[in-house]
Nanobody, 113 residues
Framework: VQLQASGGGLVQPGGSLRLSCAAS????????MGWFRQVPGKQRELVAT???????YYAHSVKGRFTISRDNARNTVYLQMNSLKLEDTAVYYC????????WGKGTLVTVSS
């Protein structure tokens, strides 16, 4: 499985970005897909996941601001990020779980004024 993340960039506090993760496989057969993020010196942390059944889970820090969604026809998962904060700055990684973890290359999100 190959995962290609895109959509990162520089945005001001309060702004929005949408990340995309295109998968090489049929995502409807994946156990789950999600987004993680990492800043230098810290562990990678879960941001949001969505199961094959469509159930979504969010980290407390992003709940109400971020929305994860999937387009099975396009084999793509999205992360809509609204009301971005300085502390959302990180490298964001796409993840697919199919009884083991698959990772894409990260995409950098920088929130700065």
């Amino acid at each position: 499985v190959q995962l290609q993340a895109s959509g990162g960039g520089l945005v001001q506090p309060g702004g929005s970005l949408r990340l995309s993760c295109a998968a090489s496989g049929t995502i409807s057969s994946f156990n789950s897909m999600g987004w993680f993020r990492q800043v230098p010196g810290k562990q990678r942390e879960l941001v949001a996941t969505i199961t094959s059944g469509g159930s979504a889970y969010y980290a407390h820090s992003v709940k109400g601001r971020f929305t994860i969604s999937r387009d099975n026809a396009r084999n793509t998962v999205y992360l809509q990020m609204n009301s971005l904060k300085l502390e959302d700055t990180a490298v964001y990684y796409c993840n697919a779980y199919i009884y083991t973890d698959y990772w894409g290359k990260g995409t950098l999100v920088t929130v700065s004024s």
